[in-house]
Each structure stands twice: as structure tokens, then as C-alpha cells.
């Protein structure tokens, strides 16, 4: 309501308010003016009479203005023809009197020499239907001085463009013209130029297409797609734009992440003509939510008032009631008014006709009109352009741009569940870190196997005289409680990232990581190893002068593995050191937005050969240990390096390992997976091998707290040598006859009772070397002994 008291208050800009009051005496008749009229009568062109006489009339019978005169139209039909547009100029210069102006034409192949020769008589033409940018040149001025046109030109709908682009923030636009139409060509070369030098906006490819080359049409989309366009601007005439559209649908160029702003053709049936490619469905699919920008037909608000005391919406009406299928109607109303009051203007008080006059009044002309606020700059129309979108069946206003005020709106309450998409795909770099709820979980549990495997160290330390305890190695039972610790250390460390440590330490904690992991297996597993390696020596090759396999060889074979460790280790630091590094894996496109998931890794350039020698080591000594394990699988000796659950543990470290090894190289790039299946394995492996070793000591040291039972040790101990005796004897042994089973059965007998004696001899050396040192149990154990052998 404030705008439209404002602009009405603004009306007498110029000073010839005239027009406006009604209380002037008119006199009959008048001074004829001729006014020359080109226009095309025939082939199709829509008649330009009707709204110029109306126009007339109201200059005539509404207004003050041309005083004593009176305007005489002198129309001629140029056909739309070069020729004859030229014919009918020279028959105007010829008349007499000359044509005072001339309102028309409307082909360019006419305009065009007509303007240039005008020049030379100084009379002033007006067009009322020419939109050709070459009237808009640098050089149109010295080519064509007196041309003018009443239709906004494309320095109107050229910055409506770029007002639309700079309100959605678009920095990033593709566009597409017709080179072989300098109608199309000249305003886009205009277009781009204004986009980046004024308002900063990335041309990222300019297509061009022809028709005598239209098959590169998808070509041009293709390279458009291969730049991420996502804006995309046409200039070409209605077929080649169908032709366009039609490619971008069958290359997916349409929907939401699109936006097409297309010429306006004030048609809304311009893509539905057949087409060989597309259908009307495909084409209509293609153009939806399209932006379409025009030259306004006339002003949006009916009720303002206009030139001639009257209300816009009136005087369309009555335009329209004439041809409502005449475009130009309303630049013909408001054009032969421009000629009218420039007339008036540059005949001034004395009568004097002055063409110089004539086009500074046209340029300096300033009233509202039918299609808006009549105003120019430099020849050109600054007038109204619509910005509409097409919504599945028809175009919508949207907004407009007023050149006239420069005044850019836009009414989103007008879109229809239409939000607008980004000019590009958005690049988002996404750092995948391990889950904070998964990390203090899986390091939580790491921390109960640490408290755990400190209770068992505790235990093993306070009982390590106990019998049981003694006789399975307790110093080797403290080293696979140290290498458990370090494998659940590692676990800790395998899921701190940069959010806990800077990037300077990620390199330290690299090493920490490999370093804990691989010793903590060594540790735990080469002392199960060298144990089970004991029970196997013990109880395969029976030797009657074999010496017992003390811990200080056990800690020789540990040793050894880890020097081997610390040798691969080492040289992998030293020859292949770790460095920081961020991979980027394969990208995740999510509609505008493409997501490009990094991890972070511990990178060493030779990693692979150093990987390849510890998992050889650790495999061979698992392959090892398995073979070990089987072979003793029927020893049950408690108390003697619990073989039986040590058995049991190597076959879980194994199974396990292989498992953690293979999930860590397939899921490598799944962060969280990876952390947790790893973790599993490595917690639940360390986990159970603790409870295989040391749950069975407590529940014997809770049975048995004194552990005075070593008769049940020596039943365990010769049930297993008997049983693995027995296991070696051949099948052709088996299949004897009765007679040779009886023979070999008293030879074994005999074998067996001589093994005996002989361990006998060496049971009563032991009992009495423990006498000598004071064990009082074995004294009376040993003293029973010997009156039941009296």
C-alpha cells in the first residue's frame, strides 16, 4: 500500500502533467502530425492497429497533451521483408510532410537497415516488438542514434538473471547458448560477463550448440554433468531448448538437485511439439520446477494508475478484449504514448519541431504505463521482467525484477514444496573415528581382563610354594599373566585416535600398538608353548636315563622368540618407520552432497614384508603348538604344566588369531567393526586362556590348601605313561594271535616291573634328598612306604 501511494505521488516526474487533467478545452480538428506505422499484417503476425488506435484515442480524448494538434497514423506493411521495409521507408521520406516518427516495426531483417538509414534524416524510430541485442551493443549507439524500443531488452532480462542466481546464493553456474543465433549469442556473452565480473559467480562451462550440429547437444550436457552444473542457464530458441531438455532428461539432468532458467517464449505449450527423441510425458518430467524469465506483458498491479487518468487493469482489459493473443499489445499502447509526450515535449512553447528533441524527450520520457514505468537509458527500455516457474501444468509468478527501480522480489510463498538445491555437489570430508560408546565399552572389558589377570598374579605369587602351583611353573605363569596384560593394553591403544592424542604422537603411539600386541602374544603364547613343548618331551621317547626339563630351558626357547620379535621390530622402525596418515576411501553420494569417509592409519611404506615375517614366526609357532597340543592330548596330569588346558587354550589362540587377522584385513576400512571384532577376539582369547591356566589351580588350591596329595599326582603321572605306551603299540601287534598276546603280555610285564624298580630307586633318592632338607610329610609318607614294603 506504501509503494503504490509512493509511486502514485511520483507520477508528474517531468513536469507535463497535462495528460492528467481532465479541465482543459480542447479544440476540433488540430494540426495533422504524421506518424508513420510498420507493421505486418499478414503471415501470422498479430494486428498492431487495434491497441494503437486505442492508444490514440486516449491520447486524444484523456489527456492535455499536443495541444492544437492532432496525430495522423500513416501505416505501411513491410511483410516482414527487407525489401519492402525499405520501400515503405522511402515512400514516407518521400511524403510530405515527413513523418514527425516512426512506431515499429517488428522483424529485425527490417529494423535493422531501416535504423541504420533513419540516421541520416534524424527521425526518431520506435519499436514496439524488437528484442535483439544488437540494438543493445557498444556500438548500437553510433550505428543506430534514433532507434529505440518500448519492450524491455536483454539488459532487463540479463539482470533479472543474475538477481535471481545471487538471491538463492549460487556461486557456481553452467550455461548453454545458441551460437548460430546472434539473437541468443550476443546477450549470453553479455550474461556470463555480468555474472562474473558483478556479481562473482563461477561460469564453470559455457556449451554451445547449433542445429547444423545438434547430435553434440549431449556431448555439451555430458561435459556440463562431468562439472558437477547443477545451474544451468540457456539462451536458445524454443526447439533448440527441447532439444536440450530432452537430452538432460535421458542423462538424469532434471529433478531437485537441478535448476534449469530457461528464455520465457509467453508460451506454455513451447515444449510440447513432437519431438523424436522425448515424449511429451519424458519432456514435461524434464522442465518441472524450470524458471522461465520474460519481459513483463503488463504491470502486476491492476489498480495503479496510469497514464491518461486511467486504471491499468482497465485499460488491459480493454486491450485484451481487442486480440487477447496479441503479445505486443501493451508496448503498443504505451509506445505510441511515449511518442506523444515526447512530441510534446520537443516541440516546447514556440511550435518548433526539433528531431534532436525528440530523442532526448525519449530517453528523458518517465510515466506509468500499462506495462509498467516508462523510463530509458541510452535507447533501451528499463522496464518489467517476470520470473516464473513452471508447476506440472502451468507457470507461476514467482517474482520480477523492475529495471525501471531496479527493484529485484521474489515471493517464496509461491513456490510449491520447492526448496532450492546447492549450485554443486558439496565435498564433505568425514573423519570415521572409532565409537566413544564402543571404545569405553571394549577398554572397559580390557580393564576388568587386567584387574583379573592381576587376582590370578596375585594368587600364583602368594601360593607359588603350594605343590600344585609349584609343579606347573609358577615364573612361567607369571609371564603369560604379563603378555595377557600387554594384549589388553593393546586393545586400549588400538582405539585411541587423534581426538585423545595430537598428530605429533600418533607416530609414538603407532609403535605402542604393534610393540604391545606383538610381545603380549609372544609372552603369553611362547610360555604356553614351551610348556606344552615339556609335557610332549616328557611323554613321548621314554628313555630310562632322561633328565627332567628344567624352567631355565623354557625361559631359553622365550627368549628366543622374543629376540626374534625385537630383531623384526626394530628393523621395521628402523628401515620402514611409521608415519601419520589419512586414506581416503571410496566416496558416498547422498543427493547434493557427497561424503568422503577418511580413517586414520599407521602408514609405513614397507609394512607389508615386516607383517609377512611376524605372522610367519607367529604362525609357525602356532602350527607348532597345535601339533604339540595334539600329540599331548591324553596326558592328565593336574598338577605337571596343566597340559590339558594349555591344550585347549592353544587351539582358542588359534582359532582366534586366525580369525582376528582375517576380519582386520577385510574390514580395515569398516572403523568400528573392525575395532570391535578385533577386540573381541583379542579380550575373549586372552580372557579364556587365563581362566584355562589358572581356574582349575584355584579350584584345586580351595580343595586341596595344603596340597598333600601326591599320590594322586603319581596315578596321573603313570596312567599317562601307560596310556601313551599303549597308544605307540602297532596295529600287526594288535592283531597277534592269543598265544603271542600272552608272550608279549609277560614281556611287557617284565619291562614294566624293571621301569618300575628302577623308578623306585630314583623315588627313594628324591625322598631322600627331601629328608635331608627337612620335609617331615614326605619323612612319614616315605617311612609308610617302607613298612608296607617289609
Known amino acids: 500500500m506504501i509503494r503504490t501511494i509512493s509511486l502514485f505521488l511520483l507520477l508528474p516526474v517531468f513536469g507535463l502533467l497535462a495528460e492528467l487533467n481532465l479541465e482543459c478545452k480542447r479544440r476540433l480538428g488540430g494540426i495533422p502530425l504524421p506518424l508513420g506505422v510498420f507493421t505486418v499484417q499478414k503471415h501470422g503476425f498479430p494486428d498492431a492497429l487495434p491497441p494503437i488506435r486505442t492508444a490514440l484515442s486516449h491520447v486524444h480524448n484523456r489527456s492535455c497533451i499536443l495541444q492544437g494538434y492532432r496525430l495522423e497514423m500513416i501505416v505501411k506493411d513491410t511483410h516482414c521483408k527487407t525489401s519492402q521495409g525499405m520501400r515503405a521507408l522511402f515512400d514516407l521520406i518521400a511524403s510530405r510532410p515527413r513523418p514527425v516518427a516512426i512506431l515499429g516495426g517488428q522483424c529485425t531483417q527490417v529494423n535493422e537497415p531501416i535504423a541504420m538509414a533513419l540516421k541520416y534524416w534524424q527521425i526518431v524510430q520506435l519499436s514496439y516488438a524488437e528484442t535483439h541485442a544488437k540494438f543493445a551493443s557498444s556500438d548500437s549507439h553510433e550505428l543506430f542514434p534514433t532507434f529505440f524500443r518500448i519492450v524491455p531488452g536483454s539488459r532487463n532480462t540479463n539482470m533479472a538473471k543474475c538477481k535471481l542466481v545471487s538471491h538463492f546464493g549460487w556461486k557456481r553456474v553452467g550455461t548453454i547458448k545458441q551460437n548460430d543465433q546472434p539473437r541468443y549469442a550476443l546477450p549470453h556473452e553479455s550474461l556470463?560477463?555480468?555474472?562474473?565480473?558483478?556479481?562473482?559467480?563461477k561460469i564453470i562451462h559455457t556449451a554451445g550448440v547449433n542445429y547444423e550440429q545438434i547430435e553434440n547437444v549431449g556431448t555439451e550436457l555430458d561435459e556440463l554433468k562431468a562439472r558437477d552444473a547443477r545451474i544451468i542457464i540457456v539462451d536458445a530458441d524454443s526447439e533448440m531448448t527441447a532439444n536440450i531438455m530432452c537430452a538432460a532428461f535421458h542423462r538424469?539432468?532434471?529433478?531437485?538437485n537441478y535448476v534449469w532458467?530457461?528464455?520465457?517464449?509467453?508460451?506454455?505449450?513451447?515444449?510440447?511439439?513432437?519431438?523424436?527423441?522425448?515424449?511429451?510425458?519424458?519432456?514435461?518430467?524434464?522442465?518441472?520446477?524450470?524458471?522461465?524469465?520474460?519481459?513483463?506483458?503488463?504491470?502486476?498491479?491492476?489498480?495503479?494508475?496510469?497514464?491518461?487518468?486511467?486504471r491499468a487493469g482497465d485499460v488491459w482489459q480493454e486491450l485484451s478484449a481487442q486480440d487477447p493473443n496479441?503479445?505486443?499489445?501493451?508496448?503498443?499502447?504505451?509506445?505510441?504514448?511515449?511518442?506523444?509526450?515526447?512530441?510534446?515535449?520537443?516541440?516546447?512553447?514556440?511550435?518548433?519541431?526539433?528531431?534532436?528533441?525528440?530523442?532526448?524527450?525519449?530517453?528523458?520520457s518517465s510515466f506509468q504505463g500499462v506495462t509498467g514505468m516508462v523510463k530509458f537509458a541510452n535507447n533501451e527500455r528499463l522496464g518489467l521482467v517476470d520470473i516464473l516457474q513452471w508447476n506440472d501444468e502451468n507457470y507461476v509468478r514467482v517474482g520480477g525484477y523492475d529495471g525501471?527501480?531496479?527493484?529485484?522480489?521474489?515471493?517464496?510463498?509461491?513456490?510449491?514444496?520447492?526448496?532450492?538445491?546447492?549450485?554443486?555437489t558439496v565435498t564433505e570430508r568425514r573423519r570415521d573415528y572409532v565409537s566413544s560408546l564402543l571404545f569405553i565399552a571394549m577398554s572397559f572389558l580390557a580393564m576388568v581382563g587386567i584387574a583379573l589377570a592381576l587376582i590370578f598374579l596375585l594368587i600364583n605369587f602368594r601360593y607359588r610354594n603350594h605343590r600344585f602351583i609349584k609343579m606347573s611353573s609358577p615364573n612361567l605363569n607369571n609371564i603369560i599373566i604379563a603378555g595377557s596384560i600387554f594384549t589388553f593394553v593393546s586393545v586400549i591403544l588400538l582405539g585411541v585416535d587423534t581426538r585423545v592424542v595430537e598428530e605429533a604422537n600418533f607416530v609414538r603411539l603407532c609403535y605402542l600398538k604393534?610393540?604391545?600386541?606383538?610381545?603380549?602374544?609372544?609372552?603369553?603364547?611362547?610360555?604356553?608353548?614351551?610348556?606344552?613343548?615339556r609335557v610332549h618331551s616328557i611323554f613321548t621317547n621314554i628313555r630310562m636315563d632322561r633328565k627332567a626339563i628344567k624352567d631355565s630351558k623354557l625361559f631359553m626357547i622365550l627368549g628366543v622368540l622374543l629376540l626374534i620379535d625385537v630383531v623384526v621390530l626394530c628393523a621395521w622402525a628402523i628401515i620402514s618407520p611409521f608415519s601419520f596418515k589419512v586414506i581416503e576411501l571410496p566416496h558416498i553420494a547422498e543427493d547434493n552432497i557427497v561424503i568422503i569417509p577418511e580413517v586414520e592409519k599407521c602408514h609405513s611404506p614397507n609394512s607389508g614384508v615386516f607383517q609377512a615375517a611376524l605372522y610367519a614366526v607367529?604362525?609357525?609357532?602356532?602350527?607348532?603348538?597345535?601339533?604339540?597340543?595334539?600329540?599331548?592330548?591324553?596326558?592328565?596330569?593336574?598338577?605337571?604344566?596343566?597340559?590339558?588346558?594349555?591344550?585347549?587354550?592353544v587351539y582358542c589362540v588359534v582359532v582366534m588369531s586366525v580369525l582376528g587377522l582375517s576380519t582386520s584385513v577385510i574390514l580395515q576400512e569398516r572403523v568400528n567393526e573392525m575395532f570391535a571384532l578385533a577386540s573381541f577376539f583379542v579380550i575373549f582369547s586372552t580372557t579364556l586362556t587365563l581362566c584355562l591356566v589358572f581356574v582349575p589351580k584355584i579350584i584345586e588350591l580351595a580343595r586341596n590348601p595344603i596340597g598333600n596329595e601326591p599320590r594322586a599326582y603319581r596315578r596321573g603321572l603313570m596312567k599317562s605313561v601307560v596310556a601313551k605306551s599303549s597308544q605307540q603299540m602297532s596295529p600287526q601287534q594288535r592283531a597277534d594271535s592269543a598265544g603271542d598276546l600272552l608272550s608279549k603280555a609277560e614281556s611287557e610285564n617284565k619291562i614294566r616291573r624293571r621301569y618300575l624298580h628302577q623308578k623306585s630307586a630314583q623315588l627313594w633318592d628324591l625322598i631322600e634328598k627331601l629328608k635331608a632338607r627337612g620335609d617331615h610329610q614326605f619323612l612319614q609318607q616315605g617311612g609308610a612306604l617302607k613298612q608296607k614294603k617289609n
Open 261 to 310: 532458467m530457461l528464455p520465457g517464449y509467453h508460451s506454455e505449450s513451447w515444449f510440447k511439439k513432437a519431438h523424436k527423441n522425448c515424449t511429451e510425458e519424458e519432456l514435461r518430467r524434464a522442465v518441472r520446477r524450470h524458471f522461465a524469465v520474460q519481459f513483463s506483458l503488463s504491470r502486476p498491479d491492476e489498480d495503479f494508475p496510469i497514464v491518461g487518468n486511467s
Open 618 to 649: 607367529k604362525g609357525i609357532l602356532m602350527i607348532l603348538g597345535c601339533f604339540l597340543a595334539w600329540e599331548t592330548r591324553h596326558v592328565n596330569v593336574p598338577a605337571l604344566n596343566d597340559s590339558k588346558y594349555i591344550g585347549m587354550s
Open 326 to 364: 496479441n503479445t505486443w499489445r501493451g508496448y503498443l499502447y504505451d509506445g505510441l504514448w511515449t511518442l506523444a509526450i515526447a512530441l510534446s515535449r520537443s516541440m516546447g512553447d514556440n511550435a518548433e519541431f526539433s528531431h534532436h528533441k525528440m530523442v532526448e524527450a525519449i530517453n528523458n
Open 404 to 424: 525501471a527501480e531496479d527493484e529485484f522480489s521474489i515471493n517464496m510463498d509461491n513456490f510449491k514444496k520447492w526448496n532450492p538445491p546447492l549450485d554443486s
Open 514 to 533: 604393534s610393540w604391545t600386541l606383538c610381545l603380549g602374544f609372544t609372552l603369553a603364547f611362547g610360555s604356553m608353548f614351551s610348556k606344552t613343548w
Open 252 to 256: 538424469g539432468m532434471f529433478g531437485d
Open 192 to 201: 556470463t560477463n555480468r555474472l562474473e565480473h558483478g556479481f562473482g559467480v
